[in-house]
């Protein structure tokens, strides 16, 4: 008899057999104004949103707010998501990303403009004002990187390095063998490299 894997308390059969998109079920309810299916996605699926946008934002309290913006869009563009075309969880966990990515440009954006406006003294903060548009500009290019990817590659690797998820709970989550997500993940870091200019 199989033991069903728990992950993310949503029970994934150990037989490779499609799972059930739980959080695709909720959004699809939540489209037809279900608020308990809202608060039922919110549970299930902030902790993990939050994570990503923490990891991407670094600031707490930025990454509160951002929160709270991603599940406000989820609740006002829930009839948006299509089932047929990918899982709830990773529908949500793109929003999160995008949000959090133009939360760092807009701040970038705010930097510039007190620069230009000679709002900051550049001779004491040149170095690590340079080296964060460095890294923001090296995360836009890694975002414009991953948005160019086919869109199973994208959602293994959006699970995986901004959801935290290991190769076999991605499988088990999107419904397909463990060699299929190793071979996605593997072409779609090899696609990224390239689009990089890494050749190491």
């Known amino acids: ?8 308390g949503v029970e994934v059969p150990e037989d490779g057999t499609p799972s059930v998109d739980h959080a695709g079920e909720l959004l699809v309810r939540s489209a037809a104004g279900d608020q308990g299916a809202f608060a ?5 699926l902030s902790p993990r949103v939050f ?43 793109t929003i999160a990303h995008r949000r959090a990515v133009d939360r760092v440009r807009s701040a970038q954006a705010s930097a510039d403009r007190d620069v230009r406006a000679g ?8 170095d690590g004002v340079a080296e964060e548009v460095e890294l923001r500009i090296e995360g836009k290019r890694v975002a414009q990187a991953v948005a160019a990817l086919p869109e199973s590659q994208r959602e293994a690797l959006t699970l995986a390095y901004y ?11 999107v419904g397909a063998p463990l060699g ?21």
């Open 51 to 93: 994570g990503l946008i923490l990891r991407v934002l670094v600031d707490r309290s930025q990454s509160e707010e951002v929160l709270q913006e991603v599940f406000l869009e989820v609740w006002q563009s829930a009839g948006r998501f299509a089932p047929n075309k990918g899982q709830g969880r990773s529908w949500i966990l």
């Open 1 to 8: 008899m199989l033991v069903p894997v728990v992950i993310d």
């Open 163 to 173: 959801g935290g998820y290991s190769q076999s709970e991605i499988a088990a989550l």
């Open 180 to 200: 299929t997500i190793k071979t996605r993940m593997r072409d779609g870091l090899s696609r990224l490299r390239t689009e990089m200019g890494v050749t190491s």
């Open 119 to 126: 709002f900051r003294d550049l001779d004491v903060a040149h």
């Open 40 to 44: 039922r996605l919110y549970d299930m």
